[in-house]
Protein backbone atom coordinates (compact mmCIF):
# COMPACT_ATOMS: atom_id res chain seq x y z
CA UNK A 1 0.00 0.00 0.00
CA UNK A 2 0.85 3.65 -0.57
CA UNK A 3 0.44 6.55 0.83
CA UNK A 4 -0.94 9.77 -0.84
CA UNK A 5 -0.15 13.09 -0.21
CA UNK A 6 -3.58 14.94 -0.62
CA UNK A 7 -1.69 18.22 -0.69
CA UNK A 8 -0.06 17.02 -3.42
CA UNK A 9 -2.19 15.68 -5.77
CA UNK A 10 -3.46 17.62 -8.92
CA UNK A 11 -1.63 20.69 -9.08
CA UNK A 12 2.39 21.50 -9.28
CA UNK A 13 5.05 20.87 -6.90
CA UNK A 14 5.67 23.34 -4.56
CA UNK A 15 9.39 25.63 -4.49
CA UNK A 16 10.60 24.93 -1.58
CA UNK A 17 10.19 28.86 0.59
CA UNK A 18 12.65 30.77 2.65
CA UNK A 19 12.67 31.21 6.21
CA UNK A 20 11.92 35.15 5.58
CA UNK A 21 8.86 34.05 3.43
CA UNK A 22 7.48 31.90 5.61
CA UNK A 23 7.51 34.31 8.53
CA UNK A 24 6.08 36.94 6.89
CA UNK A 25 3.43 35.19 5.77
CA UNK A 26 2.79 33.85 9.30
CA UNK A 27 2.60 37.24 10.52
CA UNK A 28 -0.21 38.20 7.88
CA UNK A 29 -2.38 34.86 9.62
CA UNK A 30 -4.89 35.85 11.68
CA UNK A 31 -5.46 33.90 15.15
CA UNK A 32 -7.78 31.40 13.14
CA UNK A 33 -5.31 30.27 10.44
CA UNK A 34 -6.51 32.18 7.49
CA UNK A 35 -4.50 35.05 5.31
CA UNK A 36 -5.43 38.70 6.94
CA UNK A 37 -7.00 41.10 4.30
CA UNK A 38 -8.49 37.79 2.22
CA UNK A 39 -12.29 37.89 1.70
CA UNK A 40 -12.88 34.38 -0.55
CA UNK A 41 -11.05 31.39 -0.49
CA UNK A 42 -9.52 29.43 -3.80
CA UNK A 43 -9.80 25.46 -3.96
CA UNK A 44 -7.65 25.18 -7.23
CA UNK A 45 -5.81 21.99 -5.82
CA UNK A 46 -8.67 19.45 -5.38
CA UNK A 47 -7.33 15.76 -4.58
CA UNK A 48 -7.91 13.03 -7.41
CA UNK A 49 -11.01 11.55 -5.00
CA UNK A 50 -11.32 8.67 -7.33
CA UNK A 51 -7.59 7.85 -6.34
CA UNK A 52 -8.35 8.78 -2.71
CA UNK A 53 -10.87 6.26 -2.47
CA UNK A 54 -8.98 3.57 -4.19
CA UNK A 55 -5.91 4.36 -1.62
CA UNK A 56 -8.33 3.95 1.41
CA UNK A 57 -10.21 0.73 -0.17
CA UNK A 58 -6.42 -0.83 -0.44
CA UNK A 59 -5.81 0.27 3.23
CA UNK A 60 -9.09 -1.57 4.35
CA UNK A 61 -8.62 -4.68 1.77
CA UNK A 62 -4.92 -4.78 3.46
CA UNK A 63 -6.70 -4.68 7.30
CA UNK A 64 -9.50 -7.34 6.09
CA UNK A 65 -7.00 -9.99 4.82
CA UNK A 66 -4.71 -9.42 7.65
CA UNK A 67 -7.57 -9.87 10.42
CA UNK A 68 -8.87 -12.78 8.38
CA UNK A 69 -5.19 -14.40 9.02
CA UNK A 70 -5.16 -13.52 12.25
CA UNK A 71 -9.06 -15.33 12.57
CA UNK A 72 -7.68 -18.33 10.53
CA UNK A 73 -4.63 -18.71 12.61
CA UNK A 74 -4.41 -21.96 15.45
CA UNK A 75 -3.58 -19.27 18.30
CA UNK A 76 -7.21 -17.81 17.90
CA UNK A 77 -9.42 -18.91 20.06
CA UNK A 78 -12.38 -20.98 18.44
CA UNK A 79 -15.58 -19.24 17.88
CA UNK A 80 -17.54 -21.89 21.02
CA UNK A 81 -15.16 -20.25 23.52
CA UNK A 82 -15.82 -16.35 22.19
CA UNK A 83 -19.46 -17.18 22.34
CA UNK A 84 -19.74 -18.37 26.35
CA UNK A 85 -17.45 -15.51 27.14
CA UNK A 86 -19.70 -13.39 25.30
CA UNK A 87 -22.77 -14.64 27.12
CA UNK A 88 -21.00 -14.42 30.57
CA UNK A 89 -20.63 -11.14 29.89
CA UNK A 90 -23.96 -10.36 29.33
CA UNK A 91 -25.28 -12.11 31.92
CA UNK A 92 -23.25 -10.10 34.36
CA UNK A 93 -23.89 -6.65 32.59
CA UNK A 94 -27.84 -7.50 33.18
CA UNK A 95 -26.96 -8.73 36.96
CA UNK A 96 -25.31 -5.61 37.26
CA UNK A 97 -27.84 -3.03 35.58
CA UNK A 98 -30.33 -4.96 37.73
CA UNK A 99 -28.75 -4.63 40.98
CA UNK A 100 -28.92 -1.00 40.68
Request: aromatic residues 4%; hydrophobic residues 35%.
Given at each position: ???I???S???P?????????????????T???S??????V?F?K????A?V???????????R?????????????P?V????V???L???F???????
Amino acid sequence: MSEINLNSLGGPAETPRSPTKAAANQKNQTANGSPSGTDSVEFSKLPDFAQVEQAVEDGYASQRSSLQEDVDSASYPPLVLIEKVAAMLAAEFQRDRNDS
